[in-house]
């Protein structure tokens, strides 16, 4: 089992919402920073959101921002992954990872990053 749980997937029509959920079966993630990465059938891993747990700082890919919005819960335990105006192209499987403090620095994070553990993936598909 991952230490790490996605949830929220499912599919969607272009325009449309989802919320993704990681937590780390109710427990303190044990890092600093969280991220959200995708990967499509044939295509490399893409990071796409970082946030700091301790000021809540955050970096978007080009490709997500304005789209997607990373928040965390008070307590640390929940970080959700807002994606709103869904388009084709999201469509991958999701997955969250614990990084280390220095990923969480800038927006070079989100490609250069060391990365302590992963969930399982949630699978996102957006139909046009």
Do not use: H
């Amino acid at each position: 089992q991952a230490p790490l749980a996605e949830s929220g997937g499912g599919s969607v029509q272009a325009g449309g919402s989802l919320t993704l959920s990681c937590s780390r079966s109710g427990n303190l993630f044990g890092a600093n920073c969280i991220g959200w990465f995708r990967q499509a059938p044939g295509k490399e891993r893409e990071g796409i959101a970082l946030i700091y747990i301790g000021d809540a700082s955050t970096f978007y890919a080009d490709s997500v921002k304005g789209r997607f919005t990373i928040s965390k819960t008070n307590d640390g335990r929940t970080v959700y992954l807002r994606m709103a105006d869904l388009k084709a192209e999201d469509t991958s499987v999701y997955y969250c990872a614990t990084l280390s403090a220095g990923s969480c620095l800038s927006p070079r994070g989100l490609r250069q990053y060391e990365s302590y553990e992963w969930g399982q993936g949630t699978q996102v598909t957006v139909s046009s």
